[in-house]
């Protein structure tokens, strides 16, 4: 039998492992440390008699919403639908050159359609897709 946790220990623990989600990105630990935090704030209504059970509820409300909520949370928030496409200042068009199998534009290398070019060559940018020049030749 272990002592009931002070709710403060709990919050405290529940928003680190929150924050060390912000560093891991894999949103897990997340529905854990909102588990602490619930567990925390039933505390002020109804009085744990044992630390254990403050452990396990903690955990198995985090493993519930890990389990029921994670996917449609990252459906929402992670996976935009929204098309995002960058236009350049010059009509729309800026100047590149093939190096490497790849295009050198603004000195960073960048994937695009190369079909029918060569290295050395000079292309004129029409904008960014997804991470993707779209090119013509100059």
Do not use: C
């Amino acid at each position: 039998m272990l002592n009931p946790i002070d709710i403060s220990y709990l919050l405290a623990f529940g928003v680190a492992l929150i924050a060390f989600e912000m560093i891991t990105g894999s949103f897990v630990l997340f529905w854990f440390g909102l588990g602490f935090i619930v567990v925390a704030l039933l505390g002020l209504v109804f009085p744990f008699g044992d630390g254990v059970v403050q452990i396990a509820l903690s955990f198995g409300l985090g493993a519930i919403m890990l389990y029921t909520l994670r996917t449609k949370f990252i459906a929402t928030f992670m996976n935009s639908k929204e098309k995002h496409t960058d236009f350049f200042e010059n009509d729309g068009e800026s100047e590149g050159v093939i190096l490497n199998g790849k295009v050198l534009y603004k000195g960073t290398y960048w994937d695009a359609d190369m079909e029918g070019l060569k290295e050395g060559d000079k292309v004129i940018i029409t904008k960014i897709d997804h991470g993707k020049l779209i090119l013509k030749k100059e």
